[in-house]
Antibody, heavy 121, light 107 residues
Framework: QVQLQESGPGLVKPSETLSLTCDVS?????????WGWIRQPPGKGLEWIGS???????YYNPSLKSRVTISVDTSKNQFSLKVSSVTAADTAVYYC??????????????WGQGTLVTVSS | SSELTQDPAVSVALGQTVRITCQGD??????ASWYQQKPGQAPVLVIY???NRPSGIPDRFSGSTSGNTASLTITGAQAEDEADYYC??????????FGGGTKLTVL
């Protein structure tokens, strides 16, 4: 059974860096899937943040690219998200998820439970 | 453009059929996937690929595409189907796209 679990501070001050980790169990992140981060501001829709493939390919939402970094620790089977210079607009539930992308088929099949990050002083 | 457009809200009478649509240029090339999200919960994949259901998803959920419009159809809607539904696809650069979501009310 594939399981993902987000962790990190629930409160971040404006202008600081948001840092989250996704622990994966039941599947190796070095295998044939992408892994991604998605967020959802309170009461709003889903927004893709970025994804990576174990080969080293990383893709970021163009609107967030200048502030976002995704890194991987295959020894711990986990990956991380950093968002710099946060503002209140970055307040959201952050999800990590497993992503299948092959030719014309593309989906997120396993999701973490999500973690709420609030940006406030 | 790299956008997916959904109607904000749709309602259906209990036991009737409802279609939730998603429009976008990327859907002419890439399949849509669909997610159900209930309050306080993570999204759940209900349809992917041409018209595939993950294990555990009832067969009353189905998907289709015509031109630039993808549809999620629920045949015989149940009370437990009341939720937000999101479509998802990608563009040619590998960017992942989500629709704005449709709130389904089962009357």
């Amino acid at each position: 059974q594939v399981q993902l679990q987000e962790s990190g501070p629930g409160l971040v001050k404006p202008s600081e860096t948001l840092s989250l980790t996704c622990d994966v169990s039941g599947y190796s992140i070095s295998s044939d899937y992408y892994w991604g981060w998605i967020r959802q501001p309170p009461g709003k829709g889903l927004e893709w943040i970025g994804s990576f493939y174990h080969s080293g390919s990383t893709y970021y939402n163009p609107s967030l690219k200048s502030r976002v970094t995704i890194s991987v620790d295959t020894s711990k089977n986990q990956f991380s998200l950093k968002v710099s210079s946060v503002t209140a607009a970055d307040t959201a539930v952050y999800y990590c998820a497993r992503q299948w992308t092959v030719t014309t088929t593309n989906y997120f099949d396993y999701w973490g439970q999500g973690t709420l990050v609030t940006v406030s002083s | 453009s790299s956008e997916l457009t959904q109607d904000p809200a749709v309602s259906v009478a209990l036991g009737q059929t409802v279609r939730i649509t998603c429009q976008g240029d990327s859907l002419r090339t890439y399949h849509a996937s669909w997610y159900q999200q209930k309050p306080g919960q993570a999204p759940v994949l209900v349809i992917y690929g041409k018209d595939n259901r993950p294990s555990g998803i009832p067969d009353r959920f189905s998907g289709s595409t015509s031109g630039n419009t993808a549809s999620l159809t629920i045949t015989g809607a149940q009370a437990e189907d009341e939720a937000d539904y999101y479509c998802h696809s990608r563009d040619s650069s590998g960017n992942q796209l989500f629709g704005g979501g449709t709130k389904l009310t089962v009357l």
